[in-house]
């Protein structure tokens, strides 16, 4: 089942052979409940409680090739969720710092993960404030919709770093790919329509 999720991705456009390899190993079974595991290497988000969804493994892919990871690159996420977006990052071999604003999922995710043999760091917190004191970071990656860019993160990336969020109000968002040329220069590219869960300001 993961091989052919894979495959689905790969025609949609996937192309990174270090994303497909990724999503090939990480079990998105076990980041569901049980009585849901026929629905997870299906293309498609589903609930994972908290108001949350676990990504559509298309969505994933997309975001981690927009950010050109390689190994022992240092991303931060924001927004844990189910841990899976950081899962795949980790078996890329990246150093993944991962911020979570819902305690609920928070605590959750942290048995999780290190029951998989993953070991982010974790943190629970506001997303829009980032984690300054552990940057740089060679990419940011944001799992949920943003009804602006904040300026913290932007701050956050390294010279050449990329962040990948989803931008706007509303339903639906358009994927945003930020690459930071130097201390006051930032390329804005557009990438696509996503539908997102809001990102939410402070902590829950």
Known sequence: MRR???????????????????????????????????FAYKD??????????????YTVAYQTQLLKVVRNAKILEIGTGSGYQAAVLLE????????????????KVQQVLPQMGYHPRFFFGDGYKGLPTYGPYDGIVVTAGAPFIPEDLKNQLAIGGRMVIP??????????????????????????????????????
Request: a neutral charge.
């Open 4 to 38: 052919r999720l894979v495959e689905t991705i790969a025609l949609k456009g996937i192309s990174d052979k270090n994303v497909l390899d990724a999503m090939g190993k990480v079990p998105r079974h076990l980041f569901m409940e049980s009585s849901f595991i026929k």
């Open 44 to 57: 498609q988000a589903f609930p994972i409680g908290a108001g949350q969804t676990i990504s559509q493994p």
């Open 92 to 107: 890329m071999g990246a150093r993944v710092f991962t911020i979570e604003r819902q305690q609920e999922l928070y605590v």
């Open 167 to 204: 931008v706007n109000n509303g339903d639906h968002q358009v994927m945003t790919l930020i690459i930071r040329h130097d201390e006051k220069e930032w390329e804005k590219q557009l990438c696509g329509d996503f539908a997102f869960v809001p990102m939410l300001k402070g902590t829950n």
